[in-house]
């Protein structure tokens, strides 16, 4: 017995040394080293490189590419926003290019020369952009149909989602727009955009809020300071608490210009009542009752739809500028079924199912409302990178490569040029940002000065992870001089 273990233990010494080669060329042949500009840009920032994970890739028709820089490609990282590309690709695929939200209009009673003698009720499908326009176009519609004065209520059916509110706002900043919570019927991102206009003559600035709302005292104007423009929103010492009654106690810098402040409204449990109501009443109609939420009769007759745009458009608004509540109502329309109400828990299994399914040798991310807004969503570097090739080869190829920021011309890095003026990138890369207190992210398409592609992920998870932005900007602009296909010295 003796004798067999120590041949034994001599076969583990021989293996383990033949071994060993392969194993450090694997580590080391996609590139583990830094290139030396984004290694000076986290020294800069005070960024350890443990706090950095990232792969580079080729973009090729067939096979597997082979990474032109790859570290720490399996460690779970808070991506932010980044991961909205999970729930919009997963929604493109699960769902289609074309796939429309359709808000229904129904009606009880009888219409009987221009006055509906019952209710009428909005159902909610999901939509994430059922915004200003489109709800006056909705109403315009309903009264095309000849009802101008209802006897009754309108009834808000939001039943199509099945959501539990949150009892804090994220970090703490309820009156953020991005800590808009979804909803089976979202109105107008249940958010309120304050227009200000300086008029140097009589000393004020003028004051435009959209959309309107019933009950609610709102400022037409604010006196006017030589102040500079600096910090201008703290200047106006506006006060949200009481969500009948906005103020502004401070003044508006005259040297501001005009400018806008979107503000989630305080009291969300009111906002489509209010909203709705007013514009009814701004539109021309009359209303009896009240506006309240309910459910839809089983009875109810259907008037007429009012349908969203095409999926294939509004990732682009979810991906471009970083749409939290937009990218939640995507998540949760994954798992409505009929006759069953979405919900987070249900939508994470059916991701995780598809995850499954298209991406079965790659590590599944942890999901929790599919925007990114979170502490706890995770995903491997390697993952999303298999991702980004997955999405690049297939049909949805285009809608989901044209609902990404296009460097120095749209979105989330529209002013990239300004920050990079020597940068070569304008036009040529494709790229979803992710920002938390401690986390920033990139991840995309960029296509370099030869013409090749390359898929980038990069997060950096840190308390000072905003420090460490030129890093990032240094591995896009890298892979855009075709950096990747040089040697690089080993940091």
């Given at each position: 017995m003796r004798?067999?273990?120590?041949?034994?233990?001599?076969?583990?010494?021989?293996?383990?040394?033949?071994?060993?080669?392969?194993?450090?060329?694997?580590?080391t042949s996609a590139g583990?080293?830094?290139?030396?500009?984004?290694?000076?840009?986290?020294?800069?920032?005070?960024?350890?490189?443990?706090?950095?994970?990232?792969?580079?890739?080729?973009?090729?028709?067939?096979?597997?590419?082979?990474?032109?820089?790859?570290?720490?490609?399996?460690?779970?990282?808070?991506?932010?926003?980044?991961?909205?590309?999970?729930?919009?690709?997963?929604?493109?695929d699960l769902l289609g290019p074309q796939f429309t939200w359709d808000t229904r209009i129904w009606t009880t009673g009888e219409l009987r020369a221009g006055t509906l003698h019952g209710d009428l009720i909005i159902e909610g499908s999901g939509d994430p952009k059922w915004v200003r326009e489109r709800i006056e176009a909705t109403l315009t519609a309903i009264q095309a149909q000849g009802i101008k004065r209802i006897d009754g209520d309108?009834?808000?059916?939001?039943?199509?989602?099945?959501?539990?509110?949150?009892?804090?706002?994220?970090?703490?900043?309820?009156?953020?727009?991005?800590?808009?919570?979804?909803?089976?019927?979202?109105?107008?991102?249940?958010?309120?955009?304050?227009?200000?206009?300086?008029?140097?003559?009589?000393?004020?600035?003028?004051?435009e809020t959209e959309p309107r709302m019933d009950g609610v005292s709102l400022p037409t104007e604010v006196p006017l300071s030589a102040n500079a423009c600096q910090d201008w929103r703290s200047q106006l010492r506006a006060d949200f608490s009481n969500p009948s009654h906005i103020r502004f106690?401070?003044?508006?810098?005259?040297?501001?210009?005009?400018?806008?402040?979107?503000?989630?409204?305080?009291?969300?449990?009111?906002?489509?009542?209010?909203?709705?109501?007013?514009?009814?009443?701004?539109?021309?109609?009359?209303?009896?009752?009240?506006?309240?939420?309910?459910?839809?009769?089983?009875?109810?007759?259907?008037?007429?739809?009012?349908?969203?745009?095409?999926?294939?458009?509004?990732?682009?608004?979810?991906?471009?500028?970083?749409?939290?509540?937009?990218?939640?109502?995507?998540?949760?329309?994954?798992?409505?079924?009929?006759?069953v109400a979405g919900s987070f828990e249900q939508s994470r299994q059916r991701v995780v199912q598809w995850w499954r399914t298209r991406l079965p040798a790659h590590a599944v991310p942890t999901l929790d409302n599919g925007s990114g807004l979170s502490r706890r969503e995770r995903i491997e570097v390697r993952s999303l990178s298999a991702l980004l090739q997955l999405a690049a080869q297939g049909p949805l190829a285009q809608p989901f490569q044209n609902s990404l920021s296009i460097v120095g011309v749209d979105g989330t890095v529209k002013h990239w040029m300004e920050r990079h003026p020597d940068s070569r990138l304008q036009g040529k890369a494709w790229?979803?940002?992710?920002?938390?207190?401690?986390?920033?992210?990139?991840?995309?398409?960029?296509?370099?000065?030869?013409?090749?592609?390359?898929?980038?992920?990069?997060i950096i998870n840190h308390d000072e992870a905003k420090r460490a932005r030129p890093a990032l900007s240094a591995l896009l602009e890298w892979v855009g001089q075709d950096a990747p296909t040089r040697p690089h010295a080993k940091r």
């Open positions: 004798l067999r273990s120590f041949l034994a233990f001599l076969l583990s010494i021989s293996l383990a040394l033949q071994l060993a080669p392969a194993l450090a060329a694997n580590r583990t080293s830094l290139p030396p500009s984004v290694s000076q840009a986290l020294r800069q920032a005070g960024i350890p490189h443990s706090a950095f994970a990232a792969e580079v890739m080729p973009l090729v028709p067939q096979g597997l590419p082979t990474p032109v820089l790859s570290r720490q490609i399996h460690a779970p990282m808070n991506p932010a926003s980044v991961m909205k590309l999970v729930t919009t690709y997963a929604g493109l309108i009834v808000l059916d939001r039943s199509v989602m099945n959501i539990t509110p949150r009892t804090e706002a994220f970090d703490d900043e309820p009156l953020r727009p991005y800590n808009v919570e979804p909803d089976g019927l979202l109105v107008n991102f249940k958010a309120l955009i304050f227009k200000f206009t300086p008029d140097p003559e009589n000393g004020v600035a003028r004051i106690a401070g003044r508006y810098p005259a040297a501001c210009s005009a400018q806008e402040w979107p503000v989630a409204y305080s009291d969300p449990t009111q906002y489509a009542r209010r909203v709705v109501r007013g514009m009814w009443l701004a539109a021309g109609g009359q209303l009896n009752g009240e506006v309240r939420d309910g459910l839809r009769p089983a009875a109810a007759n259907l008037l007429l739809h009012s349908p969203s745009l095409p999926l294939s458009e509004l990732v682009a608004d979810i991906n471009k500028f970083s749409n939290n509540v937009m990218a939640q109502q995507l998540f949760l329309t994954l798992s409505v079924q009929p006759g790229l979803k940002t992710g920002s938390l207190r401690d986390v920033t992210a990139v991840a995309g398409y960029v296509q370099s000065q030869s013409g090749r592609r390359y898929s980038i992920v990069a």
